[in-house]
């Protein structure tokens, strides 16, 4: 049995897969936050959040690396880990700075922060030849103006540290380019209480599909586990509005994107990562849209269990302990997966949601889940405003997305405007 510091995790599905994930290996884990009740607040009544099934909660200033590292050291002489872990991208480059200052199994903080800063793997991608989108790293108005001039519009405004795609929009004039970066400016301290970088990230418009390439890096090698589709809406936002795996590409566009992926982690010298890599099919061939050191959000590793067996909650606490992880396809019964997701158009107060009876009782129907009447409704403008999701899968072929998209279609949410 080892024993994991769990420092800080999402709120979402991750903060219940991880630990299932350490339960089902025979592990356990501490759990480490500046505030448990993020978390149960997000909690439904009467129902045990599974972070709190952790051998020891610890309460520490988790967004203070001076006064946390310190703290984590006292911690592992008296409570001894064996790795540490995180499945929020706020805390991944501390999470591996700890494991460092622990001599424990992890990846490189350098490689973890180049990263999880949008910037910064623009750059390090850049040099290393690894195609991407033209772009450009702005720290004012005049700046952005300037590079929004040179790169040509449209473009896609984006901050360098927020991720579910908070505040990235497409701009198509300076209008649109001031009304973004004024958005954005007016965020200046994320959701957990850290202050963001100041700059803005400019970026060439790609088009094509976009796709996400989920691989696993142990002992210095990349291994593709498969490529997931996704679906795009909420303009000017870009929002995920529905994933498939696996991906139904041609064996070119599977293949380059395959490799295009490997060659980002490998350009970035991430290893002993569960990795997430986006990336647009253009015409001219595949381009990087980011790279994300921690298993995919939602509910992609769930599709790729359902198809495959893999479990990448599981490898992310293998490669944790410094272990191989299992990596070995399973029959499951299924040929593809799919999930969507029902996303508001406007803001207000939820009344009810039409049609979910019938939804829910169709036979090909793996998950389903609806928010309850007076949840309050954010018209999406990133991926934190779903109001529910429907996972559907399909045991002879691709047929996945096409069923989760006509169940998701029955679906009409009622909402009160305030």
Partial sequence: MAH????????????RLLPRAIREGGHEFTFLTRDLHHYLRAAPEAVRHPLLSARHVLTAPTNDAAELLPFAERAHRALAFDGVITSCDYYLPLAARIAARLGLPGPA??????????????????????????????????????????????????????CAGMFVRRVDDEKGLAEAHRALADFPVNARGQRRAPEVLLEELLHGPE??????????????????DKSIGGAPAF?????????????????????????????????????????????????????????????????IRHVTGIDLAAACVSVALGREPDLRPRATGLCSAAIGFLVPGTGGVLDRI????????????????????????????????????????????PGARARADALLARLHPQVVTR
């Avoid at 994991?4 to 903060?15: D, F, H, N, Q, R």
């Avoid at 903080?109 to 040099?127: F, G, I, M, Q, S």
């Avoid at 041609?250 to 490998?266: H, P």
């Avoid at 019938?358 to 018209?379: H, N, Q, R």
Wanted: charged residues 20%; contains cysteine; hydrophobic residues 45%.
């Fill in 109 to 162: 903080p350098d490689a973890v922060e180049n990263a999880c800063r949008k910037d910064a793997t623009r750059e390090v991608l850049a040099r290393a030849g690894v195609p991407g989108p033209r772009f450009a790293v702005c720290g004012d108005w005049a700046q952005t103006l300037d590079a929004a001039q040179r790169i040509g519009m449209p473009l896609v405004l984006k901050p360098v540290d927020l």
């Fill in 211 to 228: 796709v996400s390439v989920e691989t696993v890096t142990f002992a210095g090698r990349t291994q593709v586990v498969g490529v997931t």
């Fill in 4 to 15: 994991l510091l769990m420092v800080e995790s999402w709120v979402g599905s991750m903060s």
């Fill in 239 to 303: 929002v995920e509005t529905g994933h498939m795996f696996p991906a139904a590409l041609t064996d070119d566009d599977a293949r380059t994107a395959r490799e295009t992926a490997v060659l980002a982690v490998e350009a970035l010298g991430l290893d002993a990562v569960v990795a997430h890599t986006e990336i647009k099919l253009t015409p001219d061939g595949p381009r990087v849209v980011e790279v994300n050191p921690r298993p995919a959000g939602n509910r992609i590793t769930e599709l």
């Fill in 354 to 397: 039409d049609g979910d009876d019938a939804v829910g009782e169709a036979p090909d129907v793996l998950e389903f889940s609806l928010a309850a009447p007076g949840t309050p409704v954010t018209a999406a403008g990133s991926n934190n405003e779903y109001l529910g999701h429907v996972m559907t899968g399909d045991a002879e072929g």
